[in-house]
């Protein structure tokens, strides 16, 4: 079930502009979903010319993203996540897997991006009989936002696990991602989790490419090397194996990715604990 409103999804109309590539729907058509217009495929398309790993990319990112939440689901014993740029729906949703482990678990879902709040009623929902989710259109940028939410549907003396995947690369510099994590971060009871996945250019330098073919279009692609992304998690204690490619970071039997080199999948990510 879903308990608090989807604010977003109520109202009317909602502004797409297909014209634009938006990275939910860009990421969507890499995932292989549908849910993208010509100008999103387009970006895709010239950045899979400069990288052809993009596809890929996405996809061990994912995977990445459900190990990370069974790790905290099943092995910290944690039942509340925020998902700060959730993406489009794509199975399994962060609730999936986490209801699978402890069908208790609460999820506070956020996106800034208008066509993940269209779609959010109808798939980001429970199931009768499991914990609730809720959905907010808001921006990372906005922690005060997104954890007024979060305190409506979360309880704030027990551990969160704040899922920044894939989001934080499309964050400019001048807005400080840095200063907005651990802003985020800061807010959450001891004993909560910041699992954080990001483009990396550590591996391939053609992701500056594709970073500047996302800015002609009008969108923000940062990859940032190793020591960047390692800030984010300042003040943190990194669970093992620490920042890792994610196709590196604990790969189970059903990661079909996990084999594959460092720049085909160009994304870094680690799961750490708030003291
Ligand atoms: C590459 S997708 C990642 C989706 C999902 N987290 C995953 O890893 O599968 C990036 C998502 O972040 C969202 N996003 C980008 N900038 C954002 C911002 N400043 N605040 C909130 N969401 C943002 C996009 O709309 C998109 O849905």
Redesign the pocket.
Known sequence: MIESSNQAADREPVELHPERP???RV?DYLLGGNTNFASDRAAAEAGLTVNEGARTT?RS??EF?RRAVTFLARDAGVRQFV??????P?APNVHETAHAIAPESRVVY????PI?AAHARALLTSEPGTGPTSYLE????DPETILAQAHQLLDFTQPIGL?L???TH??DDEDDPHAVVADLVGRLPSGSYLAL?QITDEFRPEWHEVSKDFARRGG?LRPRPRASIERFFTGLELVEPGLQVVNRWRPDDTDVYRDLDEGGVSVLGAVARKP
């Open positions: 938006h990275p939910a990421y996405a990112n994912r993203l998902d700060v740029g959730t993406g489009l794509t956020t996106d800034n991006d993940v808001a921006d990372l940028r899922l995947i894939a989001v499309h964050v996945s923000v």
